[in-house]
């Protein structure tokens, strides 16, 4: 009987913290251990890989990476991630574990489905399914469309419930979790946290784990090993998306996502309060990439949710590398591409 590969599926909302997460797991998994990477992005500028092959470490190669770029993995179940991981289990090298990164726009089930086809099956189960949530999103009521509701709710301690498709799909995501993880407890004070953890625990399935992080550190013994095979208990794991529209199809119309190079900035600082000032203006819920510092021989990578921008230096240029700022801008349709790169290129104006 072949010994099936587990696999870790890490799923959860825009900026909640996977690529870090994923950082930490590559990091401090067991020396030995190798590790196949399968990184989902949305839109066309992959940033995530670039990210995480920064992390130095043998136990996921750069080779070992791969990135599905051309969709939302929920969506190109057939066209993209079949064929991948066909090709990942055809090479020579068996690895040790999977781990799966989904975009932040996913929808989980049709992703679970595809572990039961027969030329996946045999070979692959699945570990366990990680939902990561952003503790202080979620206590600022960012799934909310009405902001004056946001507030009243604020005062009443819960969290909005609305219907909107960013509710909607924070809810499949629950659903389907083995374990949550509450990433940024650290910004959230104490009794807030637990109105936060609390209403998780109404939308998780009974008997699911719950965890605090910081920086996504988590113990690397509660992400692997679970043992799950949550492909075989899809039923029990219901999709509020496919209970309300019957399973079918669905197209990402009420999100946008496009990306903007800049060959120059003025200085670091600029760049961040300007991507600041352009987040607050046009209501993006999601920016992400790197930067090239003038006078920094490493590359600043850049996550930003809501208001919150955070930047560190991930690793150094490498030999030859073109040296440009390459951002991925992500909110709900229709985005306005021209004034937000307008207003992102005020950063490349200072340098002239």
């Known amino acids: 009987m072949i010994e099936k590969i587990p696999t870790t599926v890490i799923t959860g909302f825009l900026g909640a ?3 870090t997460l994923v950082r930490h797991l590559l990091a401090h998994a067991p020396k030995g251990k190798r590790i196949a990477l399968i990184i989902n992005e949305f839109g066309d500028l992959g940033v995530d890989k670039d990210i995480l092959a920064g992390c130095g470490d043998d136990t ?3 080779e070992d990476m791969v990135e599905l770029s051309n969709g939302c993995i929920c969506c190109t179940v057939a066209d993209e991630f079949i064929p991948t991981m066909q090709a990942l289990l055809a090479r020579p090298e068996k690895f040790d574990h999977i781990v799966i990164e989904t975009s932040g726009l996913a929808l989980p089930q049709p992703l679970i489905r595809a572990f039961n086809w027969p030329e996946i099956k045999a ?4 570990d366990g399914i990680v939902t990561v949530a952003d503790a202080a999103a979620l206590a600022e009521g960012r799934f909310a469309s009405d902001e004056a509701a946001v507030d009243a709710q604020r005062r009443q301690d819960e969290m909005l419930d609305h219907e909107t498709p960013l509710g909607e799909l924070f809810e499949d995501q629950l659903s389907v979790a083995d374990l949550v993880i509450v990433n940024k407890a650290d910004l959230v004070d104490p009794a807030m946290l637990d109105i936060v953890e609390a209403n998780l625990r109404a939308e998780m399935r009974p008997g699911v784990g719950l965890i605090r992080a910081r920086n996504g550190h988590v113990d690397i013994a509660a992400l ?4 799950m095979s949550s492909e075989d208990d899809i039923a029990n794991r219901p999709s509020h998306h496919e209970l309300e529209h019957g399973g079918e199809t669905h197209e990402h119309d ?3 996502s496009f990306s903007i190079r800049l060959p120059s900035i003025g200085s670091k600082d600029e760049l961040l309060a300007v991507i600041e000032a352009t987040i607050r ?5 999601r920016l992400k990439g790197f930067a090239a510092v003038p006078g920094a021989n490493a590359r600043l990578a850049i996550q930003a949710v ?4 955070t930047a560190y230096f991930d690793r150094p240029w490498k030999d030859g590398e073109l ?3 390459a951002l991925v801008v992500i909110g709900q349709s229709p985005l306005d591409h021209a004034a937000i790169t307008a207003s992102l290129q005020r950063a490349l104006a200072v340098a002239a």
Request: proline fraction near 3%; charged fraction near 35%; hydrophobic fraction near 30%.
């Open 17 to 19: 913290g996977k690529t």
């Open 60 to 62: 996921c190669r750069e």
């Open 123 to 126: 070979q692959v189960t699945i």
């Open 224 to 227: 692997l090993g679970m043992g």
């Open 254 to 256: 009420d999100f946008d």
């Open 281 to 285: 203006d046009h209501d993006v819920l």
């Open 306 to 309: 809501g208001p919150r921008v």
């Open 323 to 325: 040296r440009e700022t």
